[in-house]
């Protein structure tokens, strides 16, 4: 007899019972066996919960009646197939970014002529800005600068032209704050309109040219005549007053005198036209001597007058400052009342950007002034600038005049709403007030974002209608300096290494730097780095320095340096800044010099 042999039948597997409700959990109720489950189409496959050892061919031979599973045509269409996302959050964000945006990316014809009228509705409105709420910039809690200015100077102004009052105030504030868009609102929303005189110190150095400017705009107000009855004591007063002989007082200009004698009005003579040979009145100058004689004239006048001086602080400087004092002299000698059947008061309005402009004044000068002073300021937060941005970009082409290929109501309903929505794209881009806020950073001039917008403005054509991220940085660019040393990047590694140690050592306090300072900063780095020195060209990073000195970054700070004193401890400044190394540094990319500048 042989050896027996044993013949296995059957294998039975038991599962323990802590393991049978997690199979349970994981892979649910099993399914009849003669029956295959067979998931929707697009559902997700999950992995097995416990990896199994027998094969699929395994599998199959243990099965003593495999049933073929028919497979089921899928009846989706392919561009759900191509579309379907692996997870609900994927497919929020593939959805979001597919939203169309609503905004044709080449203008229509029809739409061309509306689009350079939209250009000139935002130039228009960049001359005269809209109003902010500041409550609703600011917050209820901030005190509304503006505002309050705003109605202090209606208020004085007001006074003068209703009730015959003469005022005197200085409006106070820093350049770009809308001081004398300010004065222009007030005039313009006066009850009645007087009679307006400009002056500016940057344009009239001295008082004969502001009070020829003075007769010259009161003629082409009036077109009368209020000179004294005696010249001659018109002579004497002027001559006192502006600081000139009586003799070279009386010098009329060239047929000035002769036309005063033979005309009734010396400011207005005639002239035949060139076209038809018909006499028209054309404003002349009178006579110096009479000069002066106006402003003591101007409360004589039948409308108020306002005077604004531009550049205050600069009239105070001319000599014995005369014409401040008669200007301020009038209207102090105006009283409420004395002139309320004419109504014609007085106000003088400075405008200055100095804050001790006061303290210019002489004692009599000083005395003549009423010492209202009204401040303004420039935004305090960037989220004015942006407000100011949508609402200048936004002007509504209503206010526009319409011309001959502008009149379809249809196509301006349809520019309208395409707008609206290009700014709102406009405003809400994180990287536009970024844009914005590196220069709100460096000036608060609002002079700068109106430059900026208007370039902005005429840089909109047919093929690109709509305001962008790029076009705005390319208008601050042109606002801007080019850089005094754009090809910094392109220095060797030691240089921009020297660069790094002169913004260390400005850090620490020190403006004036010897080489000696910047090898021990670089020697510091390189041991800090567990780095080996660098060479370039035969040479080390002494060769980087005298480069830099080459190119002139590094400039010497003292004189030649005496025999006794080596090269390597001469005095040197750098002429590059912090944001210029800041800038060569991200364009090298290199983490080592990213890392080391940070320190500083």
Partial sequence: MGTPRTILHSVEITTPRHLLKTLKRDLGSPAPRDSAHLPEAGTP?????????????????????PVPIAPVPDTTPRATRRGAPASPAKGKRAQ?????????AVLPDRLHPLLNRQKRSILRSLQRPPEIDEIEVYGEDYPPTYTAAYEQLGELLTGSVVRGEGNSCLLIGPSGSGKTQMVERVIATLPSTPIVVRLSGYAQHNDKLAIREIAWQLAQQTGQSFLPSDPDEADEEGADADGIEPKEAAIPQEGAEAEADDDENPFVESAPTAAAGIAEPIVALPPP????????MIPTLPRPTVVVIDGFDLFAGHARQALLYCLLDTAQSCRAGTNSETGSGMAVVGVT?????????????KSRFSGRMIRTACPTKLAHWVELAKASLG??????????DEHDEESADEWARTWAKAVERFVGDEEVVETLRETYALTRDFQMFRRIMTSLALDLSATSPYPTQAKLESAVDRQRCPPRYPSLHTLPYPAVCLLIASVHAQTSGHDVFTFEMLHDAFKSQVRASQSAPV???????????????DLHVFRPAAAAAAAGIAREFALHRSTVDRFAVRK?????????????????
Avoid: C, Y
Avoid at 353 to 365: F, G, P, Q, S
Avoid at 536 to 543: A, K, N, V
């Fill in 353 to 365: 950007a100095r804050v001790d402009t006061i303290n210019l004044l002489e004692k009599r000068v």
């Fill in 535 to 549: 060479q370039i060209e035969g040479g080390g990073i002494g060769m980087a320095f005298e480069r830099l000195v």
């Fill in 96 to 104: 979001s970014k597919q939203t169309p945006d609503q905004l044709p």
């Fill in 584 to 600: 060569a540094v991200e364009t090298i990319g290199q983490l080592s010099l990213k890392k080391w500048l940070t320190k500083a």
């Fill in 45 to 65: 496959r999950l992995p097995a919960a416990f990896p199994t050892a027998i094969s699929s061919a395994t599998t199959r031979s243990l099965s003593p009646n």
């Fill in 289 to 296: 001597a009479h000069l002066l004689a106006l402003i003591s």
């Fill in 395 to 404: 002007a509504s082409i209503a206010d526009e005049p319409a011309r001959a």
